[in-house]
Each structure stands twice: as structure tokens, then as C-alpha cells.
Nanobody, 118 residues
Framework: EVQLVESGGGLVQAGGSLRLSCAAS????????MGWFRQAPGKEREGVSS????????YYADSVQGRFTISSDNAKNTVYLQMNSLKPGDTAVYYC???????????WGQGTQVTVSS
């Protein structure tokens, strides 16, 4: 059974930091692209950052470039999202996803809420 379990969300003041974790199981972690997406109330889901577990290539959305850092630990089948200099606009439910390509994410976690207060 495929599982993606996010953790690390919470309430933080603007300018603060959070680290999200996503523990994966049930598939070949090192053969997938792992991504973080977010969805704010009334808005469409957007891609935040992705990383190739096989070669470490990364992608960041312009809105988070320079503030967020994605990393993965293949030994632990876990992907992380370090979020610094958080803004109220970063408030959303953050989802972890896994896919065989940069635009094909087949597996999704349940999401973790991130709330940034001003």
C-alpha cells in the first residue's frame, strides 16, 4: 500500500520558519520525483517545489525561490521542505506527492496545514 504522510505544519508568525516532512512507503522512492504542492482557500492547487530522488535535480516555484529548500533522504524514504521567511501568502494546505515524471504525480498525501499570521 502506497502511503505519503506529511508532518510539520502549524501556525507561525510572518518571517518565521517551518520544516515539513513527508514519509513515503509502498513504492520505489528512489525512482520517483517527489513534490510539494499547496492549496489555499478559494485558489487552485499550485506546485511549490520538486526533487528527483534519483539525481537530485530540483524545481522551485518563483514565489518560493530563495526562501524554501527541498531535500530528500533516500535511506529514510523521506522528503523535506524547509520554509524560511514565511509570509501570510504562504498559508495553505501543503501536500506531498510522488510521480514518475516532473508533471505526472500519481500518489498524494493527505496534506498538512500551514498558517502564517501577520
Amino acid at each position: 500500500e502506497v502511503q505519503l504522510v506529511e508532518s510539520g505544519g502549524g501556525l507561525v508568525q510572518a518571517g518565521g520558519s517551518l520544516r515539513l516532512s513527508c514519509a513515503a512507503s509502498g513504492f520505489s522512492f528512489d525512482e520517483h520525483v517527489m513534490g510539494w504542492f499547496r492549496q489555499a482557500p478559494g485558489k487552485e492547487r499550485e506546485g511549490v517545489s520538486s526533487i528527483s530522488s534519483s539525481d537530485g535535480r530540483v524545481y522551485y516555484a518563483d514565489s518560493v525561490q530563495g526562501r524554501f529548500t527541498i531535500s530528500s533522504d533516500n535511506a529514510k524514504n523521506t522528503v523535506y521542505l524547509q520554509m524560511n521567511s514565511l509570509k501570510p501568502g504562504d498559508t495553505a494546505v501543503y501536500y506531498c506527492a510522488a510521480g514518475t515524471g516532473w508533471h505526472e504525480f500519481e500518489y498524494w498525501g493527505q496534506g498538512t496545514q500551514v498558517t502564517v499570521s501577520s
